[in-house]
């Protein structure tokens, strides 16, 4: 008996082409964003996440704020951290390593082509290896650093790419870079990392760059590596309170920050989610708009199809297969949005991940669920429906005699 | 206005008619004043009987099929369908009994247009709840008996006035109902296409069927029908059975 019904709504959406199209629209789009929502959310997330560098989770930054607090490290900043201040930090309870670090904008020049690239010291001794290991960074042509080296770099895997370097032309190990007017020569480059401060960057030794920029004392980063994790929410306490009598500042004026990867993640993924609230709002606006469209259309059809309830109803229809019929067919345009929905949402999701991918150098791939698909489908024919039950009533209701005069 | 003081249970009445109005009247409020559409009409009609409802346009006519074809129930008095007070069936239940009984021909063929003339068939017998594989086979045989086995699946819109119509007929036959009630089967056809459809009306009440023609045309009535129901002014002007080559008048 369903299976009749569902024939009937099926020749009747057809019957009415066009219309029936523009009516699901709403739900059509309502179910692409929360498909592409869904499928993109995770991957989303692992990506933005990779370009926070969060290898260990026993490493603390310190970083001094500026008046703004917004920029690159180091940058806008009033009162900078100093190497003493990285000195100080070492004698901290459970500190194992303090890692003082610069970062600085450089003039690059190379295949007679100019570039600003972005470049980060390396410290001395062992502590390279931990920068190695906390960034998870793999040198894949070359080698790294070593401590007798001089005026070498390591370079980031998009300087491989004549199209991502800026310079027209592939680097390789053993060529000549020139930075801020000084040589350098290219003893390494890195292994693909997947974030676009990484694999653009230049490595090299700290004292070289800080020559370079002309800095001496001035640190931008305070990288602390914490003996284990238990200590790291008292150790993070005791710099804030050490740095505040360095800095002589009060409790809650702090021109300066500590914090944990875990701290770092929670804020971008708080500003992610709330980007995906508000997507997800849009969305149900689309559904909710869709729905009232399918009352729209279905209420018209009731009364463009009076005479033909009329006629059901003279040959024996009885009220609940009229109502059957109506409500089918609201489902029925719920259950078809749903269905181009997903499979739009499938697409752009795809390309989508595809876009993010080549942006910022990640490789993530769209995550959708068989499980997940089926509820967007019951939902999505749950709307249709729900959306049909006033006007399928209303059709119901229609008394033969007049439904008949049409 | 309910009749408040008969019990609501199914009347059963002695030699009862297979469709049978009794003091029958049907008002309609048109703003402040009252239309008497049907103003005390009495009609029985028997099992075999070919009875054709006649009268003029504005006659009440139309009103009186809708009553006997129990699509509408009277304001006042009593309509049995079968031995069935109708007014004492919930909508659902007269709509299951009427599908059952009464099988309807209309003036416009009124085929649902995007079904096929197959489909349209079936779908009385889909509100009576038959098998769908026993629906196709009687489907395609009633349709063979209207001589259109080669128009199964063309759509209302790719037939002529005079093969919807035989498609309607095929439709009204699907519950093999006892009655044909038949609305100006003929309105909308030219003679020749319209005697065809009459010669089938006429073949079925041979076979058994009792068939009921609401028309306004004397001659479609005296040529074909043996009794005929003349209205007036909502009521029955006279009652006329065919008694050999001439035609006895009752009051």
């Known amino acids: 008996?369903?299976?009749?019904?569902?024939?009937?709504?099926?020749?009747?959406?057809?019957?009415?082409?066009?219309?029936?199209?523009?009516?699901?629209?709403?739900?059509?789009?309502?179910?692409?964003?929360?498909?592409?929502?869904?499928?993109?959310?995770?991957?989303?997330?692992?990506?933005?996440?990779?370009?926070?560098?969060?290898?260990?989770?026993?490493?603390l930054t310190v970083q001094a704020g500026g008046l703004t607090g917004y920029g690159p490290p180091g940058s806008g900043v009033v009162t900078p951290l100093t190497k003493e201040d990285a000195d100080a930090i070492e004698k901290i309870n459970n500190v194992e390593m303090v890692i003082p670090r610069n970062l600085a904008t450089l003039k690059a020049e190379f295949n007679n082509k100019l570039s600003v690239s972005y470049a980060a010291t390396l410290p001395k001794g062992k502590n390279r290896d931990l920068i190695f290991e906390t960034l998870d960074l793999e040198v894949q042509y070359g080698q790294k650093l070593k401590d007798t080296d001089t005026n070498k770099v390591v370079l980031g895997n998009d300087f491989l790419d004549k199209d991502k370097n800026g310079f027209g032309k592939a680097m390789k190990v053993g060529d000549k870079i020139v930075l801020n007017e000084k040589e350098f020569r290219v003893t390494g480059i890195l292994a693909k990392k997947g974030s676009f401060i990484m694999d653009k960057i230049i490595l090299m030794d700290e004292d070289e760059l800080r020559a370079l920029i002309g800095e001496s004392d001035k640190v931008d980063i305070i990288a602390v590596r914490v003996n284990s994790k238990d200590a790291m929410d008292q150790v993070k306490t005791d710099i804030e309170k050490l740095l505040r009598q360095r800095r002589n500042v009060k409790e809650g004026e702090e021109d300066f920050s500590v914090s944990t990867p875990q701290a770092m993640l929670a804020t971008v993924n708080q500003v992610l989610l709330g980007v995906q609230i508000?997507?997800?709002?849009i969305a149900l606006i689309s559904i909710v708009v869709g729905a009232i469209g399918i009352v729209n259309t279905m209420t018209t059809s009731v009364l463009e199809r009076k005479k033909e309830i009329g006629i059901m109803k003279a040959i024996g229809a009885k009220n609940s297969d009229i109502f059957l019929q109506f409500f089918v067919e609201a489902g029925m345009l719920g259950l078809i949005g749903g269905i181009l929905g997903i499979i739009a949402g499938t697409i752009l999701g795809y390309i989508g991940g595809l876009g993010i991918n080549s942006f910022i150098g990640s490789t993530m791939r769209p995550n959708i669920d068989f499980t997940f698909l089926v509820l967007v489908l019951a939902g999505s024919f749950s709307v249709g429906a729900i959306a049909g039950i006033s006007p399928a009533m209303k059709a119901a209701k229609q008394r033969p005699v007049e439904a008949l005069r049409g | 206005m309910h009749k408040l003081l008969i019990p609501p249970i199914p009347l059963i009445i002695m030699n009862p008619g297979l469709i049978e109005l009794k003091d029958v009247k049907k008002y309609y409020h048109m703003g402040e004043s009252i239309v008497k559409a049907v103003d005390g009409m009495d009609i029985k009609i028997h099992e075999g009987d070919f009875v054709a409802i006649m009268g003029p346009s504005g006659s009440g006519k139309s009103t009186a099929m809708n009553l006997v074809g129990s699509l509408d129930l009277a304001t006042?008095?009593?309509?049995?369908?079968?031995?069935?007070?109708?007014?004492?069936?919930?909508?659902?239940?007269?709509?299951?009994?009427?599908?059952?009984?009464?099988?309807?021909?209309?003036?416009?063929?009124?085929?649902?247009?995007?079904l096929t003339a197959k489909e349209n068939i079936m779908l009385p017998m889909m509100f009576q709840g038959t098998h769908s594989s026993e629906r196709e086979a009687r489907a395609e045989k009633l349709l063979k008996m209207v001589e259109l086995g080669d128009r199964m699946d063309h759509y209302p819109g790719q037939l002529s006035g005079g093969q919807q119509q035989r498609v309607a007929i095929a439709r009204a036959l699907a519950n093999d109902p006892e009655v044909i009630l038949a609305d100006e089967p003929t309105g909308n056809l030219d003679t020749k296409t319209g005697e065809m459809v009459m010669a089938f009306l006429e073949d079925l009440n041979r076979k058994g069927k009792t068939v009921i023609m609401v028309t306004h045309d004397p001659k479609l009535a005296h040529e074909h029908a043996k009794i005929i129901y003349q209205i007036k002014d909502g009521k029955v002007e006279k009652k006329m059975k065919k008694a050999g080559r001439t035609w006895k008048v009752f009051k």
């Open chain 2, 76 to 114: 006042q008095g009593d309509i049995f369908l079968d031995g069935t007070d109708i007014e004492f069936l919930d909508e659902s239940d007269l709509a299951q009994l009427r599908g059952k009984k009464i099988g309807f021909i209309f003036q416009q063929f009124n085929l649902i247009p995007n």
């Open chain 1, 278 to 281: 508000f997507i997800v709002i």
């Open chain 1, 1 to 59: 008996m369903i299976k009749d019904f569902v024939v009937l709504a099926y020749k009747n959406l057809r019957r009415r082409g066009l219309r029936s199209y523009l009516t699901l629209l709403g739900i059509f789009i309502g179910i692409a964003v929360v498909v592409v929502l869904v499928s993109l959310g995770d991957g989303l997330r692992m990506a933005v996440n990779a370009q926070f560098n969060v290898g260990s989770t026993q490493v």
